[in-house]
């Protein structure tokens, strides 16, 4: 009888009540699990992220040291290549020439450095160079007297001289502070060392600075000349004499003869 009331009794909230607990909790189970997967599904997206931002940075980091280990790309040719030749004159200022030319496509400045910026300069110490242009830099050095009784051409000199370039944009005024306010683009260019030369006994060196040196003072003699001028010469304050003006004063002039001789 028992079963024959629960079966016809549907509405009894003892009976539902009894089946309706499992499903509550499996609903329950579900919700959490659900909750539980979709935090979990969540951090399995935000975790390849991590992983790959940390692969990013480690990826990065390896390009730039091996950036680091590349040769750097030459923008500028020098000749001599590595040499700075000078006279042995124990007691004067001696000079030496080394010519520089822009081997890149672009504008480049470059920039003279020395460990011995008491005893050496440079003329110029520092230029912009158009693409395929070239200059003979001066390098002036004092030369100190050997001691310890060395010989003159065993004393070595610990003075280097250093060569940076720098891309530019286009033709400018050349400044030193261009370097100091790009030094990630500035590039070592050479480091050169200097080697005496025994002024009275020829060699190839010798002769070839010799002739490096006459051609660095043409330039200069050539730079102080004025420029050529061309154009209509300028008397005074808006006289202008070209061809056409001095023809046509002429042909006046020629008129008023004949105009007088009729007359």
């Not at 009784?149 to 060569?163: T, Y």
Request: aromatic share 8%; proline share 8%; with cysteine.
């Amino acid at each position: 009888m028992a079963i024959e009331t629960e079966q016809k009794s549907p509405s009894d909230g003892k009976v539902w009540g009894f089946f309706k607990l499992p499903f509550r909790q499996s609903g329950n189970n579900t919700s959490t699990t659900s909750s539980s997967s979709s935090a979990s599904h969540l951090y399995g997206q935000s975790q390849p992220n991590v992983e790959g931002s940390n692969h990013q940075g480690s990826a990065n980091s390896v390009s730039s040291v091996a950036k680091s280990l590349l040769p750097t790309r030459r923008r500028l040719k020098l000749d001599p290549g590595s040499k700075l030749y000078f006279p042995y004159e124990p007691g004067k200022q001696v000079r030496s020439a080394v010519r520089i030319k822009n081997t890149s496509k672009s504008y480049a400045a470059f920039k003279f450095q020395t460990t011995a910026p008491k005893s050496c300069f440079m003329r110029p110490p520092g230029a912009i160079l158009a693409p395929g242009e070239s200059i003979i830099a001066t390098v002036f050095k004092f030369v100190e007297h050997p001691e310890n009784n060395e010989k003159p051409m065993d004393q070595k000199s610990k003075v280097k001289f250093k060569i940076m370039s720098l891309k530019v944009k286009g033709p400018m005024d050349y400044v030193p502070e261009l370097f100091d306010e790009q030094k990630d683009q500035v590039a070592i260019e050479q480091i050169l060392r200097v080697v005496f030369l025994d002024p009275g006994r020829p060699c190839p060196a010798l002769e070839k600075l010799k002739r490096q040196l006459a051609d660095a003072d043409a330039a200069v003699e050539a730079r102080k000349k004025p420029p050529e001028d061309t154009g209509p010469r300028i008397i005074g304050e808006g006289l202008v004499i070209d061809e056409w003006k001095e023809r046509r004063e002429r042909y006046l002039a020629r008129q008023q003869v004949e105009g007088v001789d009729s007359a």
